[in-house]
């Protein structure tokens, strides 16, 4: 099949997601990245099912990843937040321990097209993702901005043919 008939087999497929923000300070209530993706992820037809605020610990972070596998039912898990280089970004030092594949193009792809809006500063992030137990996971920076460029430029387009992939032989 080529890239365009996965993409046709796929589309009109609802995907069933989780939103984790990673963040040590952010609330219900000023969750703006979790509010965006559950407001455009529905108006793509998609179902969010977990969403959580988990505080920027990696521990916590492989908790909120174990907790959608075991789910069973969410084919896509978008983490927003704590993929810079501080001593408290670690998002992408505990996700991507449990990726049995990585998915490159999408980090690449995140800074480049970050690099158009921030410049240089766009190498500071470790935007990643990968498959783990069959959920496709994204790790993309907290900033509103990126979690914006993220959906628009990359998930919106490619959410429902990356859930196909992970359903089909």
């Not at 959906?151 to 032989?169: I, R, Y």
């Given at each position: 099949m080529t890239t365009d008939?996965?993409?046709?087999?796929?589309?009109?497929?609802?995907?069933?997601?989780?939103?984790?923000?990673?963040?040590?300070?952010?609330?219900p209530e000023t969750d703006l990245n979790g509010r965006y993706l559950r407001e455009k992820l529905e108006a793509a037809?998609?179902?969010?099912?977990?969403?959580?605020?988990?505080?920027?610990?990696?521990?916590?972070?492989?908790?909120?990843?174990e907790e959608v596998v075991a789910d069973g039912t969410h084919r896509v898990a978008l983490f927003n937040g704590g993929t810079g280089i501080s001593s408290r970004d670690n998002t992408f030092d505990a996700l991507s321990g449990?990726?049995?594949?990585?998915?490159?193009?999408?980090?690449?792809?995140?800074?480049?097209?970050s690099w158009r809006q921030v410049g240089s500063a766009a190498m500071l992030s470790r935007a990643t993702a990968g498959v783990c137990h069959n959920v496709f996971v994204v790790s993309m920076p907290g900033s509103p901005n990126a979690v914006q460029l993220a959906w628009e430029e990359l998930l919106a387009p490619e959410l429902a043919h990356l859930a196909f992939h992970l359903t089909t032989p």
């Amino acid at each position: 099949m080529t890239t365009d008939s996965h993409q046709q087999a796929a589309s009109g497929t609802p995907v069933t997601v989780a939103i984790i923000t990673v963040s040590d300070t952010r609330t219900p209530e000023t969750d703006l990245n979790g509010r965006y993706l559950r407001e455009k992820l529905e108006a793509a037809g998609h179902t969010v099912g977990i969403q959580r605020i988990v505080p920027d610990d990696p521990e916590r972070v492989v908790s909120a990843l174990e907790e959608v596998v075991a789910d069973g039912t969410h084919r896509v898990a978008l983490f927003n937040g704590g993929t810079g280089i501080s001593s408290r970004d670690n998002t992408f030092d505990a996700l991507s321990g449990k990726f049995e594949k990585t998915l490159p193009g999408f980090g690449e792809l995140f800074r480049m097209l970050s690099w158009r809006q921030v410049g240089s500063a766009a190498m500071l992030s470790r935007a990643t993702a990968g498959v783990c137990h069959n959920v496709f996971v994204v790790s993309m920076p907290g900033s509103p901005n990126a979690v914006q460029l993220a959906w628009e430029e990359l998930l919106a387009p490619e959410l429902a043919h990356l859930a196909f992939h992970l359903t089909t032989p």
